[in-house]
Structures are given as structure tokens and as C-alpha cells.
């Protein structure tokens, strides 16, 4: 095969194949970190640049848990998410918030302030070595003829798909998410209702970072842990943000999955550093056809 | 019921309100008239809590709520439909309607939605649909009806018939009349001066933050120099 000058080489449809289901298992874990970012997007209108760094803080705590008290990274998502959520809440109350009066550009500069604290607090606490968990499982898996699948992947997949459907349905039915998207869009009738927008706005910060945690857990069987390892998920998971529509969960999860498959794609034909080129060009072509994304709009 | 007394308020340094004295009684449907500018918006979200006070008081139910966070405001029942309606475009008609008593009169949401959608019955038939989608009217209908859901003990409407077309100007003072009639007290912000007069109790004109008169409606009506300066006879 031939592309732009470029002979590409060929695979049998099984290594294809095999390359996409991988990409499917990638893409989830791409998901789930662009449906934190998405969600305060939509609601606080900020680009959060903190979320990689708090991805980095969350697989440590992760790490931690596991190399000091021997807990499992999947059972420590009962720790790390209530405890994401309750960073995230009082980073947004007391320092994000506090720090913005309300203006964007200054909450903009405000996330990315505390993302360099973060990730120098890393660096200092825990220096720049990489670190792994290790399971029992983690080679474990199954075959499918045409590729072998191992359970973290799975767990990863499942998980994304469970915290997409959990996410939509505490906006959909709960007051609380009802209170989220009515700030995202009204927010002095939300005022006028009683709904404490700033509680709501730390509440939608809270749970993004409750995302990028469980996040951590599913990702740390599988990558190593070190201080900027947030920017290998949050860089492409600004992009899914944008290919899936800002501000919404499926689009967050749709797009994961396709930037994960034309990764994984990508790689195969084209090599693991050129192949990255196949995330912008697919970016790029989608938004040609749908400026706003794929399910661009509505929260 | 509420009584307001020498409000001073503002922006920043821009002072709106140079002492604002008003009463709504138990059960009266109340009119402030002026016109664009005159500080009448300024004034409800003060009394709301979006904006603290300068100085002077604000009581309900004999209780100082100036500077109080609005949320409190609306736990006591002081109830404010905002100009400009305000819905939640992203949200359906009925989820509108449940946000309304996201503090207050929860328990009863259920039995409210049907209370609300028995008197804007339009409302029933796009109980489904996206508030953004509903005309201007409609869009007013359940910024009432989305006030109502929290039981309200006072209810202010923000001018309620701005941008609408004169039948349903008409139909909207008819539904206040309603309302008042039920014994809700109504606070009604109006630039709408005959249609205001015909049906609230007592009134009170507002000029550059200051109240200049005052009075009951009927007397209001033929007040000579009202009628020139606002009704231009």
C-alpha cells in the first residue's frame, strides 16, 4: 500500500483488527479523563488545566495505597474517589474560585497556577522516578483469536462505559445534576431558585476530579506512575473534549473511543512516533464537517 | 408582610437607590411603576439577595433579611420571577417546573407540577420540550409557574409582560389577578401602567431611585399629574 508518498505496510485484517480493539481498551481511559475535563467545562466554562496534574495526584495516591498498605488499585477507587471528590470540591471553593473573582481568564491562569504547584510538589515529594504497581493479573486476560485482551484493559473499557452511564444519569434524574446544568446555563435563575452557585460550581469540580480518579485506578495495573504523567492522557483528552462536542458525556466518550482507534491504527502503519499524527489529522477532518463536535451544545 | 426601609444600593460606586421605603401587606397585590432606568430591577435583586444593600433595611415577615444570601430568602418564601424570564434553556419544561422547589416545598412537587400545569395549561402540552424552545409567552408562563413550585408566601414579577404581544399582556394580568385572588401576595414591577393600576391594591411610582408617588390604585388613576407625565393625557 502506498499513502502520500509513504509505503505503508501491509497487515493481515486480524492485526487490524486486533489494533482497533486495542484502541477500543486505550480509547475508554481516554474517555473517562476528557469526561471530568468536559464536565467542568460545561458547567464553569474553564478550561481546567489542573486535571492532569490531579490525574498525577490520584495515580499516586493510587501507588500509595498499594505499595504501603497493599491494596488493590481497583479496590482503592472506593478511597480515591470519594477523596477526589472532596479535593477537587475545596480546591475549586477555596482556592480556584477565591482566586478568580469570577473572571475566566483569571480562573484559566488559576488551574494552570495549581497544576504547577501540584506537579512540582510531585517532583519534590516524590522525584522524577517512575514508579509501578504491580498485580497478579496483570498479563492475565483473554483471547479473542485475533488479539489478547487483558483484564486491566477490560476493567478499563467497563469502567468507562459504567461511569459514563452513572455520570448521565446523576444529571438527568438527581437534583443536583438537574442544579449542575441549570448553572451551566442560567445562572442567575439558578440564583433565583435558591441553587448556591458556588457550592454547584465546586460540587461539578468535585466530580470531574472524582473522574480523573477512577481514572487513576483503572489506568495504574497498566502505566507507571511519575510526576508528568498527566500530560500523556490530558493533552489528547482536550482533544476528545473538543472532537466530542464541549461539554458533553457522550461526545467525551464517543470521541475517546475514536481517537483511540485511529491511535492504536495509526501506530500500526505509520510507527509509534509518527503514527500520533493520525489523532490531529482525524481531529482536524471532524471539526472540518462539525465545528462544534460531535455532539456539540448541549450539556 | 415586606417592608423596605430607606434602601440605598447600587454597582460599585453607582448608586441606584437613594432610599427606597415600600410595604407589601399579607395578601395585596402590590405595583411599582417606572420606567427603564429607574431602579426597579435594582431593587428586587436586592431584596432577593443577589446584591447586598448599602444600608437601610429590608424585613420579611418582620424578619431583617437585607445582606441575607438568597438562598435563605427563598427557604422563607420570597419568591422572585426575574425580567428576562430566566428558564433554563437546556432544560425541559417539567425539569424547569422540579427546580423550582429545589429548596422549598419539595415534598409536595409532584402535587405543585399538577397545580402549576391546571393553570398554564399550555405548559402541559410542552411539558416535554426544551424551555429554549418555547415562545416568549410560554418562556414567561413557566418562569411563573417554576416560582410557584416553591410555594411562595410573596411572590415579585419582574416585569411579566415585557416583549409580549398585547393579547398576552393581557391574558398575563388576567392570570395575576388569579393568582392574587387565590390570597398570594404579589409584588408586580411594571412598566405597564393602566394594566398595573386596573388590578393591583396600592402602587408606588418609582423615579432615579427614589419613590415620588404613592397611593391606592384607583386614587392613583386619576391623579392628574400621573396621568400626564405617564400615561401622557
Known amino acids: ?299 | 408582610m415586606l417592608e423596605v426601609k430607606d434602601l440605598r444600593a447600587g454597582y460599585g460606586h453607582a448608586k441606584v437607590l437613594h432610599g427606597v421605603s415600600l410595604k407589601v401587606g399579607e395578601g395585596e397585590l402590590v405595583a411599582l411603576l417606572g420606567s427603564n432606568g429607574a431602579g426597579k430591577s435594582t431593587l428586587n435583586n436586592n431584596v432577593s439577595g443577589i446584591f447586598k444593600p448599602f444600608g437601610g433595611s429590608i424585613r420579611f415577615d418582620g424578619i431583617e433579611i437585607s445582606g441575607a444570601s438568597p438562598e435563605e430568602i427563598v427557604d422563607r418564601g420570597l419568591i422572585q420571577v426575574p425580567e428576562g424570564r430566566r428558564v433554563f434553556p437546556n432544560m425541559t419544561v417539567r425539569e424547569n417546573l422540579e427546580l423550582g422547589s429545589y429548596r422549598r416545598a419539595k415534598p409536595n412537587r409532584a402535587r405543585n407540577i399538577e397545580h402549576v400545569v391546571e393553570t398554564f395549561p399550555r405548559l402541559k402540552e410542552r411539558f416535554g420540550q426544551y424551555a429554549g424552545t418555547l415562545s416568549g409567552g410560554e418562556q414567561q408562563m413557566l418562569a411563573i409557574g417554576r416560582g410557584l413550585m416553591a410555594e411562595p408566601r410573596l411572590l415579585i414579577l419582574d416585569e411579566p409582560s415585557l416583549g409580549l404581544s398585547p393579547l398576552l399582556v393581557e391574558e398575563m394580568f388576567t392570570l395575576i389577578q388569579k393568582l392574587r385572588s387565590q390570597g398570594l401576595a404579589v409584588f408586580l414591577v411594571e412598566q405597564n401602567v393602566v394594566q398595573s393600576l386596573e388590578i393591583a391594591d396600592r402602587a408606588y411610582v418609582m423615579e432615579n431611585g427614589l419613590i415620588t408617588v404613592e397611593g391606592a390604585a384607583r386614587d392613583l388613576m386619576n391623579d392628574e399629574e400621573l396621568r400626564r407625565s405617564y400615561l401622557g393625557m
Not at chain 1, 499513502?3 to 492485526?15: A, C, V
Not at chain 1, 495505597?65 to 480515591?80: C, Q
Not at chain 1, 512540582?120 to 485482551?149: C, H, K, T
Not at chain 1, 480523573?212 to 489506568?219: E, M
Open chain 1, 1 to 299: 500500500m502506498d499513502f502520500l508518498g509513504i509505503s505503508l505496510p501491509s497487515y493481515s485484517f486480524d492485526t487490524v483488527f486486533g489494533s482497533a480493539i486495542s484502541g477500543v481498551f486505550l480509547g475508554a481511559i481516554y474517555a473517562l479523563v476528557a469526561l471530568g475535563l468536559t464536565l467542568i467545562y460545561g458547567v464553569l466554562h474553564i478550561i481546567n488545566f489542573a486535571h492532569g496534574s490531579l490525574l498525577m495526584l490520584a495515580m499516586y495516591a493510587v501507588f500509595f495505597l498499594w505499595s504501603g498498605l497493599g491494596v488493590d488499585p481497583y479496590l482503592a477507587m472506593l478511597i480515591v474517589v470519594p477523596g477526589g471528590f472532596c479535593f477537587g470540591y475545596l480546591l475549586q471553593r477555596s482556592v480556584i474560585g477565591r482566586a478568580s473573582h469570577g473572571r475566566d481568564e483569571i480562573i484559566l491562569l488559576a488551574t494552570l497556577g495549581v497544576s504547577i504547584a501540584l506537579e512540582n510538589f510531585a517532583l519534590f515529594a516524590f522525584s522524577a522516578n517512575e514508579r509501578n504497581v504491580q498485580v497478579p493479573y496483570d498479563f492475565d486476560g483473554i483471547d479473542l483469536g485475533f488479539v489478547y485482551v487483558v483484564w486491566p484493559q477490560v476493567a478499563a473499557l467497563a469502567g468507562s462505559l459504567l461511569i459514563t452511564a452513572a455520570l448521565w444519569a446523576f444529571m438527568k434524574f438527581t437534583d443536583t445534576g438537574k442544579a449542575i446544568r441549570a448553572v451551566a446555563k442560567e445562572r442567575q435563575g439558578a440564583r433565583l431558585m435558591g441553587i448556591n452557585v458556588e457550592h454547584i460550581f465546586a460540587v461539578s469540580f468535585g466530580i470531574g476530579t472524582a473522574c480523573v480518579a477512577a481514572a487513576a485506578s483503572l489506568l495504574a495495573p497498566t502505566y507507571a506512575v511519575f510526576p508528568q504523567v498527566g500530560y500523556l492522557f490530558v493533552l489528547i483528552a482536550f482533544t476528545v473534549v473538543v472532537l466530542g462536542g464541549m461539554g458533553s458525556f457522550v461526545g467525551a466518550l464517543v470521541g475517546g473511543l475514536i481517537i483511540g482507534v485511529t491511535e492504536q491504527i495509526g501506530r500500526l502503519y505509520l510507527g509509534e512516533s509518527l503514527g500520533l499524527i493520525t489523532i490531529s489529522a482525524i481531529f482536524i477532518l471532524i471539526l472540518l464537517f462539525r465545528p462544534t463536535g460531535l455532539f456539540g451544545q448541549r450539556l
